[in-house]
């Protein structure tokens, strides 16, 4: 976590903008911000280890400071989501989705 | 270096992150020249080919499996990241690693290629798919590139064929001087570590690419259509639909043309050798027995050819997206999606290709419920039982009642498939769920070559490695049907005598309650060697003519033989039981052990005894005994 609060400052210019944050696991379709934190706990008791799901998720690409936009949601309970992150897609879970804190963009 | 370095082939590999192109690359740069084997010790499948460097130098070059990171979770990036480590056994390690990227896509590549710099093997950075890159406006800084990650570069077109020799060029120059190698310093990175990783690949992002003038938009407008929740299912049904379809209408005249050359060379073999042990082995054991695998090869290769399509295109990443609910409701992950679905040709390469599910857990259970997928060798079975015992009435006017039994056959299937994974994760591994997490690649035409290499791979792979297993059970099942002789002058069918009627004999009283007669426990024995083989055992069993019309003569005779409740309750015993030594023997070998296919084998008898025995009572009740 603390690795996380070190690069914060880079960004704490986006993050003073506007919007307000919440994990990514809440967002709507067509919903777009910036990330701001990637790891913790979800508070999910099915996930795995939060260590772990903070590198997977980093290695996906899901890095403080990139941007976001959910393109799809799937059709039962909206989930999965599929996220543009910069300029790729991913496709994942809410749950695994609720470790990823964002900003919102204001519409 | 000496001489006798130099002299011996180059070791190459290919490192990437998935939908690279590396396949794509890895068949352009070897062409026919490809073999695919295990690794020692692991079920991850080893594809190497063989090339020569410019100066005549022979070259050894390895796919090596697509991963983001060297953190390797699965055993498929484990074998990665112990081959580009050199320290997976059995192998050598190699002298060049040949990091394949998509040049439209560098962003996550790069952390990877700043993980493979830690490594201190030479590597050279294949810039591929840069025709695309180039269409795009998009820009890069090659030269400013290879400088920042301290190894060569070469821009590269697989599917063209474009800037291989360059890029062979560059490896081969690296194999000879070993410039750039350094001690290994690569670990697991920490959290912090990618971050940091992520920030220098960002650093190195936007020092040498130019963000394209004309970026892809169709992708994102076909997935406005494919991914729409409703309309995105509907599509993703109606194109399995047009699947099956093709599955199975189009394979079957060479089906027909497979068994008609079967029967040939059967019969070629049977009129050059004596009758007698040698003639029955070969003709009835061994050629009846690699004929009733081989002839779902068309089968396969169709479904394959669907599959690979699809995959190539990009679309069987969004399929696993839009049906990741539906399976992950039963406990399976996404992508145990396209395992599921090449269980309905076969469940043998439906097991195979569990290889992609990370997770064990996630694994072994698609590997337990893909032989509930109803596979093509129960057709027979179906089709000779329904049309001699469900009359052809229509149902609402429309609907004839065997069609709908059928569906009622595959639906079963598929829903007990779904019921058992959602009782094995949430009863006795429930525990964390495996994240399901997938980048969607962009949409690209397969290019048809591509295609047609991985399908005769796909199909080399078949026919080799169920060969090898199923080849030695046809034997085995010929022993018991054979073995021993019925006495002199004795009356009744020889498979009677032999051990597999004194089986059939003695396990009979068990399956009396569930409304089987002997003969159908005999056939059940041979049964084991083929789903489908069964029909034929019951035709030996009840001594009918091998003639063309055995189908429907054997059809009138079980109609008078059997009552209707019998005949429900051996349909429920084709949905549910592990007929099939095949699938049990690729399980074996899969999972390294007899431990699983004992447990297939258990649970699955163990339902269909519950399943024929409740159908049959019921229909009893109902009158039908």
Same mark, same amino acid.
């Not at chain 1, 706990?41 to 280890?49: F, M």
């Not at chain 2, 290889?355 to 990370?358: M, P």
């Given at each position: 976590m603390s690795d996380a609060l070190s690069l914060a400052p880079e960004f704490a210019a986006l993050s003073a903008a506007r919007g307000a944050e919440g994990p990514l696991s809440t967002a709507r379709k067509g919903q777009r911000g910036v990330i701001v934190r990637v790891g913790g %706990?979800?508070?999910? /008791? %099915? /996930?795995?280890?939060p260590d772990e799901l903070e590198r997977r998720l980093l290695e996906m690409g899901?890095? %403080?400071?990139a941007a976001f936009e959910v393109l799809h949601e799937g059709l039962f309970g909206r989930d999965p989501i599929a996220v543009r992150v910069d300029d790729m897609r991913v496709a994942l879970r809410r749950r695994e989705a609720a470790a990823v804190t964002v900003q919102f963009e204001e519409a | 270096m000496t001489d006798t370095v130099a002299s011996r082939p180059a070791r190459l590999a290919l490192v990437g992150n +998935?939908?690279?192109g590396k396949t794509a690359l890895f068949n352009a740069l070897t062409g026919s020249r490809q073999k695919v084997a295990n690794y020692a010790g692991v079920t991850v499948e080893r594809k190497e080919g063989v090339l020569t460097l410019p100066g005549g130098r022979g070259a050894h070059l390895l796919d090596l499996p697509g991963t983001? =990171?060297?953190? $390797? #979770?699965s055993p498929d990036e484990i074998v990665t990241r112990d081959a580009v480590l050199g320290k997976l056994s059995g192998e050598t390690a190699p002298d060049v690693l040949i990091c394949v990227a998509d040049a439209t896509n560098l962003r996550l590549v790069l952390r990877l290629v700043l993980e493979l710099k830690q490594v201190g093997r030479p590597f050279v950075l294949a810039l591929n798919m840069y025709d695309i890159a180039q269409r795009q406006g998009l820009r890069i800084d090659l030269e400013r590139l290879s400088a920042e990650i301290g190894a060569p570069i070469a821009t590269t077109v697989a599917t063209r064929k474009r800037g291989l020799d360059e890029l062979i060029d560059k490896a081969s120059i690296l194999a000879a001087s @070993? !410039?750039? $190698? @350094?001690e290994n310093v690569w670990r697991e990175p920490t959290a912090a570590e990618i971050r940091a990783a992520h920030a220098e690949a960002q650093r190195i992002f936007k020092a040498c690419v130019r963000p394209p003038?004309?970026? &892809?938009?169709v992708t994102g407008k076909i997935d406005a259509v494919l991914l729409n929740p409703a309309a995105g299912l509907l599509i993703l049904g109606l194109l399995l639909f047009v699947m099956f379809q093709a599955v199975f209408t189009w394979a079957e005249p060479l089906m027909g043309l497979i068994e008609t050359g079967f029967a040939a060379l059967s019969a070629g073999v049977a009129a050059v050798l004596p009758d007698g042990l040698l003639q029955s082995l070969i003709t009835d054991g061994l050629i009846a027995g690699v004929g009733s695998v081989l002839v779902f090869l068309p089968q396969i290769v169709i479904l394959f050819f669907f599959i690979l399509v699809l995959e190539d295109s990009g679309y069987m990443t969004r399929a696993a997206f839009l049906m990741d609910k539906i399976m992950g409701g039963a406990g399976?992950?996404?992508? *145990?999606f396209i395992p599921l679905l090449s269980s309905f040709a076969c469940a043998i390469p439906g097991i195979m290709s569990t #290889?992609?599910?990370?997770n064990k857990h996630d694994r072994l259970t698609t590997i337990l419920v893909a +032989?509930?997928?109803?596979? =093509? !060798?129960r057709i027979p079975v179906y089709t000779l039982i329904i049309a001699a015992f469900i009359p052809h009435t229509k149902v609402w006017g429309v609907l004839s009642l065997p069609g709908l039994v059928m569906f009622g056959l595959y639906a079963t299937g598929i829903v007990s498939a779904l019921l058992v994974s959602f009782v094995i994760r949430k009863i006795?591994? #429930?525990?964390t769920v495996e994240p399901f997490m997938m980048e969607l690649p962009t949409y690209r035409w397969p290019e048809p070559r591509n295609v047609l290499m991985n399908l005769w791979t796909r199909a080399r792979i078949f026919i080799e490695r169920a060969g090898r297993i199923i080849l030695p059970l046809m034997i085995l099942v010929w022993v018991l049907s054979t073995f021993p002789y019925p006495p002199e002058? $004795? $009356?009744?069918? *020889?498979i009677d005598y032999s051990f597999a009627g004194r089986i059939g004999h003695f396990i009979a009283p068990v399956m009396q309650p569930i409304g089987f007669n002997w003969q159908m426990t005999v056939a059940l024995i041979p049964g084991f *060697? !083929? #789903?489908?083989?069964a029909v034929a055992a019951l035709g030996t069993v009840y001594a009918v003519?091998? &003639? &063309?019309e055995a189908g429907t003569n054997l059809g009138h005779l079980l109609a008078g033989q059997w009552s209707l409740a019998t005949a429900l309750s051996f349909l429920a015993w084709y949905v549910f039981a592990p007929q099939c030594a095949a699938t049990l023997g690729v399980v074996k070998r899969e999972t390294n052990g007899w431990t699983w296919p004992t447990v297939m084998f258990l649970y699955m008898t163990g339902l269909a005894y519950l399943a024929s025995f409740t159908v049959y009572h019921v229909a009893v009740a109902l009158g039908a005994g």
């Open positions: %706990e979800t508070g999910r /008791s %099915e /996930s795995i280890d899901f890095v %403080e400071g | +998935p939908n690279s983001y =990171s060297l953190r $390797a #979770r @070993h !410039a750039g $190698a @350094h003038e004309r970026p &892809d938009t399976l992950h996404g992508r *145990a #290889r992609v599910i990370d +032989p509930l997928m109803t596979c =093509s !060798a006795f591994w #429930r525990g002058g $004795a $009356a009744g069918p *020889a *060697a !083929a #789903r489908e083989v003519g091998g &003639d &063309d």
